[in-house]
């Protein structure tokens, strides 16, 4: 199967983002250790898109965390230039981290939306483990800074953990990628509120599965035609 064109589309948007990340970025060894999750995820998205199309949305809150975290990977998250939204909020912190985890939980919208289109569970249950994904995940990246900050030490350390001094750094962290994560179901099931036909033909907007539709009418014995 090709290449779907949305993603190689997206892919070369991030391109420059990626080229000018990587030109004389903050720290070397923290640009390093932050840019492999994001090729990561984007060898993950080309996987995808090799079994099976996602939509324009999904792509594009995918590739939204995508930018965020390659600009942060330039100048360490706690020194990206984020002055107007910090005084927007009348915070001295430099919040672009928050935005960037954000950004992380907008996944559940991709990761619900594959389960659908795969028919492997109803739309329930997929918003579900789209949202306990992302909290796992986030979890999961905490201890990684935790270990990669003690294992490097020093300024290096602290530039990968970007804490700035907030002992709740990690549980703030952690709260903005479940926000994320809602905000990405809540959009999706708003497009099947608004228009169950564009995702008709994938059954993503299916509340239960097909599967379910057939055991209850068997159970109420209601004639299946």
Known sequence: MMLSKPIAL??????????????????????????????????????????????????????????????????????????WFNQLLGSSRNHFDRVAHFAIGLYAYPIAELLLRKKLCNRLIASLFALFS???????????EWWYAELAGGEEGLAFLGSQGDIWDAQKDMLCDTLGGITALMILNWQCYRSPERFTHSGVCAIRSPEYAVKSKLSKGQNLR
């Open 10 to 83: 997206f892919t070369f948007a991030y391109l420059p983002i990626f080229l000018f990340s990587a030109i004389a970025p903050t720290s070397h060894a923290v640009w390093i250790a932050e840019i492999l999750p994001a090729l990561c995820i984007l060898s993950v998205l080309w996987w995808v898109s090799y079994h099976g199309t996602l939509s324009k949305t999904a792509y594009l809150l995918a590739f939204l965390w995508l930018a965020l975290h390659t600009i942060g990977a330039k100048y360490t998250f706690a020194e990206v230039p984020f002055d």
């Open 134 to 144: 992302i909290m796992s995940v986030a979890a999961g990246y905490e201890i990684v």
